[in-house]
């Protein structure tokens, strides 16, 4: 997948957790409290992504990808909680879930192609 598909689809699924904290239980504060960690990781997924577009160098994108993958895993795992926790049905969040873990996926399948190249490789960035 190409990065500007990339970055629609993180931007997606950032829509789409949104989506989700909205429809959270009102006047809970464990919904309140899991629906703002959520949102703050699902949101990011996609800034991050953006961020390691403009990476200057092989271990700035390393880095960059690092974080991206690291706040897509959270995201999983506050989803994980809200099912746990009884807060939503788990047939709401499947899809989402499941985007999750596709994009996790998708970004240890880069970190490891890019921790194989030499440690001289340059990358283009045209931006």
Do not use: H
Not at 33 to 59: D, E
Not at 78 to 86: C, F, G, S, T, Y
């Amino acid at each position: 997948m190409d990065k500007e598909k990339f970055k629609e689809r993180t931007q997606s699924f950032a829509l789409r957790v949104i989506r989700l904290v909205e429809a959270l239980p009102k006047k809970n504060l464990t919904a309140e409290i899991i629906g703002k960690q959520l949102l703050r990781s699902g949101t990011s997924v996609g800034a991050n992504y953006r961020a390691a577009c403009r990476a200057k160098s092989t271990a700035e994108l390393i880095t960059k990808l690092n974080i991206t993958l690291e706040e897509a895993d959270e995201s999983l795992y506050w989803m994980e909680l809200i099912v746990k926790a009884n807060l939503m049905d788990s047939n709401k969040l499947q899809s989402l879930m499941k985007e999750a873990n596709e994009i996790v996926s998708m970004l240890v399948s880069s970190l490891k192609t890019l921790r194989s190249k030499p440690k001289d490789s340059r990358i283009y960035n045209p931006n």
